[in-house]
């Protein structure tokens, strides 16, 4: 081939060692052409022959075995760690709150005088009995009302309350204890003031939040149970307002037991209970009113002179809605 290539070039003359020498390199210049070219025929022989098919399967079957593997690695990774934080939270979870402790005994600087504690703070003190109990049977009796109380409803629901046209205290709808105006008397306060120093009394022990003076939290036991009742300032009108007309048409009687509020819709009925003594008058109202600042209802005479607001003209009162027309 060698000679046939320098044929081609007749201008070319090599001897000896020259000569050898090209053929040398043409040889090799041949043998890198002619490799490559061999090795294409092997591999388009190979693909020819090759299952294609399965042979995809295979890999694709390999690598999904992978997978597998090493996702169930991880959920056993997964489930040992949950398992193990589950386990240190079994270990460290609280145990169930302790309902507050409500004990009786005898006070230790007044004879006759007991008192009930919550978590160890002093929160009633009884001073006489009532309703034939002595005040160690009445102080066990509230007690006893408290834990049952707590248990059901929880401190939050220890509120100052209206039963029957006395103050008292409550846990949700049951009754703690009553203030009786001897007791109210004995501690210098209304019984209104008095219901809502034990309450919150119970409620600081428990470690809840106090309650206001008018915060709206005063509820009513009475009728529909668990009513809440506003907290407000009632005046009264007559004079020279009696016989006109009110905003209803009807002809102003101070001698009825009526009153003027300025949103309750006309014909609501309403109790009013005087705070300072506990007096309850209930009062329809039939006209609009008060337009003076502070002031959240205005009574007819009679209604006033019944919880005995004729002399002081204003005071604190709680006022309860039982029934819109």
């Keep these: 081939m060698s000679l046939r290539l320098f044929a081609c070039f007749p201008g070319i003359r090599m001897r000896g060692n020259a000569l050898r020498a090209a053929k040398k390199a043409s040889v090799s ?43 169930a690695t991880t959920v056993a990774g997964a489930g040992t760690g949950a398992g193990a934080a589950a386990t240190a939270a079994a270990d460290v979870a609280p145990t169930a709150a302790r309902p507050p402790a409500v004990e009786v005994g005898e006070s230790a600087g007044q004879a006759g005088v007991w008192e009930v504690t919550v978590n160890g703070q002093v929160a009633i003190r009884i001073r006489a009995g009532s309703g034939g109990m002595s005040a160690e049977e009445r102080a066990r009796a509230v007690a006893e009302r408290l834990r049952r109380g707590l248990e059901r409803a929880g401190p939050e629901a220890v509120k100052p309350a209206i039963v029957r046209g006395s103050f008292a205290v409550a846990a949700g709808d049951l009754l703690v204890v009553t203030v009786d105006p001897q007791h109210g008397g004995a501690n210098g306060s209304s019984c209104y003031d008095l219901a809502l120093r034990w309450a919150n009394n119970i409620r600081a022990a428990c470690g809840v939040s106090v309650l206001s003076e008018n915060g709206g939290h005063l509820v009513s036991l009475d009728g529909e149970r668990g009513r ?98």
């Design 29 to 71: 210049l041949m043998a890198r052409l002619v490799r490559p070219a061999a090795a294409m025929l092997v591999i388009c022989g190979w693909l020819a022959v090759v299952d294609w098919p399965s042979w995809a399967g295979a890999i694709a079957g390999a690598s999904a075995r992978e997978a597998s593997s090493t996702a």
């Design 228 to 325: 809440t009742v506003l907290i407000g300032r009632a005046s009264w009108y007559g004079g020279r307002w009696h016989g006109r007309p009110t905003a209803t048409g009807e002809v102003y009687d101070e001698n009825s037991l009526t009153a003027a509020h300025r949103t309750l819709p006309f014909g609501t009925l309403v109790r009013v209970t005087n705070l300072s003594n506990g007096k309850q008058v209930t009062v329809r109202i039939n006209n609009r009113g008060p337009y003076i600042a502070g002031r959240d209802i205005d009574l007819s005479r009679a209604a006033a002179e019944a919880i005995d607001l004729i002399e002081r003209g204003v005071a604190p009162v709680a006022i309860e809605v039982l029934s819109a027309k």
